[in-house]
């Protein structure tokens, strides 16, 4: 867990919307940029990544905006914890569900 800026903004999305969180970062970093991190928490629901392509698509992403943190949601979250999520919540009710955790991560790299 590395360490972050006190002030920080994210939001939590699928990578089917990967356009739209990045739209985000870009206009909150221009308008907060100095102040504020801003981090993009990537869901990888029900698994469809592995590994490989995961990584691939944080580096990708790394180099179109490296001032968008990237984040997937398996560093936030157990994963036995995720498996009963999918389980129970449907894309839009996952994203919701793991704010909590999103929180707490951030609290404890905080205080790093």
Do not use: H, P
Request: net charge neutral.
């Amino acid at each position: 867990m590395e360490s972050i800026k006190t002030n920080i903004a994210f939001t939590i999305c699928d990578v089917n919307y990967l356009k739209y969180g990045f739209t985000l970062g870009d206009s909150f970093i221009q308008k907060e940029g100095e102040r504020f991190s801003f981090y993009l928490i990537l869901v990888n629901y029900k698994n469809i990544f592995d590994e490989k392509k995961r990584k691939e698509i944080k580096n990708n992403l790394i180099k179109v905006n490296s001032e968008v943190n990237v984040i997937w949601d398996d560093e936030i979250v157990e994963e036995q914890t995720r498996l009963s999520f999918y389980e129970r919540y449907n894309i839009v009710e996952y994203c919701t569900s793991i704010k909590a955790a999103a929180f707490i991560y951030f609290l404890k790299a905080a205080a790093v």
